[in-house]
């Protein structure tokens, strides 16, 4: 793989997390890629194709999305890979530009769950015959939580103090869903939505868009743009689909497809676990935090509770996780959060965080898993390393 192309993020741009029923998706979508195409100082007509991700948002999404900013003509491809779909449309853009097909490319996602749905978990594919028994997501990360604090002892207290860390840091971001702090008390006391994950520990349903303008390096030496706007390298981009679970063991742990597909995304920036700085992973519940930090290398199998415990997964601890508040309390917009991580990541990188800054970022991952299916350990995981 050496011989990919240098690619380059030099705009970036997202919307509120919210509820925004009266707003259709490509409305949103719209504000965040004319938001990336003003920070990037290019102009629009520049891009030569869009992948725009989403899950439950119908036909032509992204061709109408670009409709309205006068982006017609150029082919546009709509992405779907369950919660993983906007860092899969950033993976096609990146692979595209990496590759030489393109040179300036625009990746987005867009969800409007709260026009489709007034709460409740998402909706699955009922010819799934663990869907047609009853099962959820919400139910399936209470297995996963249940078997886990049996195995390491985890206490409930432990994944409270995951959505106490969440809040704290979606209180100081503008785009949260979230932004009041709490407490431990508090979370447990939320009602339980499925033991031992109450409420509070669970992802919310909400609307966003987010986007990314990305350019070869050589795009990037011919263009005029404004030369005060860091330009964000991507140093190693992977997707891959879940393989087959054990047939004796917990058919629903993700941790080897996050472990698999994080591993290639190392080797590809020659980096490891310890060289990142800020991180933003897939916490549609409070277990999953600890679960993909161990799979990502930031803690042993079964010691993710100690990153909690010690609060050095903080926006100013050893390895900050989910500087945003993360799905938990910045929003899960399905199609959108892959794109909200990746532009949180580049604007701590930029040193221009909103809410909590990293100090010193350097270098930081993105890691968004997608869905479940029986006997695998998920549709798919998109990794993503970025570097000044």
Known sequence: MSNLRDVYIIGVGQTPCGKYPTKAAHVLGREASWAAIKDSGIYA?????????????????????????????????????????????????????????????????????????????????????????????????????KRYMDEYGVSKETLAKVVVKSRLHASKNPIAQFRKETTVDAVLGDPVICDPLTRSMCCPVGDASAAAVLVSGEMLNKIKRDESRLPIKVLGCV??????????GLTCDPSENVA???????????????????????????????????????????????????GTSNFDGNIAINPSGGLLSRGHPVGATGLLQTVEIVNQLRGEATGCQVPDANIGLIETMGGAQPAMDGITCVVSILGK
């Not at 906007?86 to 595209?96: K, V």
């Not at 990142?276 to 600890?290: N, P, R, S």
């Not at 803690?299 to 509770?305: F, I, M, V, W």
């Open 239 to 248: 997707a891959q689909s879940g393989g087959y679970a054990s047939a004796t």
């Open 260 to 310: 698999r597909t994080s591993q290639m995304a190392y080797e590809q920036a020659g980096l490891g676990p310890e060289d990142m700085d800020a991180v933003e992973i897939h916490d549609a519940f409070a277990i999953a935090e600890l679960i993909v930090a161990e799979a990502l290398g930031f803690a042993k199998k079964g010691e993710g509770s100690k990153l909690i415990e010690e």
């Open 45 to 145: 007509r520049d891009i030569e194709i869009g992948f725009c991700g989403h899950v439950y948002q119908g036909m032509g999404v992204g061709q109408r999305t670009l409709k309205d900013i006068g982006l017609v003509g150029q082919p546009v491809i709509n992405v779907e890979g369950a919660c993983g779909s906007g860092t899969l449309s950033f993976w096609e853009a990146w692979r595209t530009i990496a590759f030489g097909q393109h040179d300036v490319a625009l990746a987005w996602g867009v969800e409007n769950l709260s026009k489709i749905m007034s709460g409740g978990p998402l909706p699955l594919e009922e010819d799934d015959i663990e869907v047609a028994l009853g099962m959820s997501m919400p139910g399936l990360y209470a297995m996963r939580a």
